[in-house]
């Protein structure tokens, strides 16, 4: 059975800093392309970052220079930090892993992050 949680979340304060965890079991974790998206209220789930299965990463201009993904697969877990955080960085934030080939796609069941004054 896959199982994914994400972890991190919470309010922090405008220019203020957060680290999401997203761990996973039940598949073979270094396979994966693992992504980070997010959705806010009343809006579509968009992509935040990406990392490859063999690290390379991918950004939404939005968040670029701010986030960083990163993967350890020993772990099983993938981390998206966050820096400089602004309010419209309010959203819940999903973990997605994705096996292209196999069709495999999970998600977690997202932790929020509030940003606010």
């Known amino acids: 059975q896959v199982q994914v949680v994400e972890s991190g979340g919470g309010l922090v304060q405008p220019g203020g800093s957060l680290r999401l965890s997203c761990a996973a079991s039940?598949?073979?974790?270094?396979?994966?392309?693992l992504g980070w998206y997010r959705q806010a209220p009343g809006k579509q789930r968009d992509l935040v970052a990406t990392?490859?299965?063999?690290?390379?990463?991918n950004y939404a201009d939005s968040v670029k220079g701010r986030f960083t993904i990163s993967r350890d697969n020993a772990k099983n877990t993938v981390y998206l930090q966050m820096i400089s955080l602004k309010a419209e960085d309010t959203a819940v934030y999903y973990c997605?892993?994705?096996?292209?080939?196999?069709?495999?796609?999970?998600w977690g069941q997202g932790t929020q992050v509030t940003v606010s004054s």
């Open positions: 990392i490859t299965t063999g690290g390379s990463t």
């Open positions: 039940g598949i073979t974790f270094s396979l994966y392309t």
């Open positions: 997605n892993l994705r096996h292209s080939r196999l069709g495999s796609n999970y």
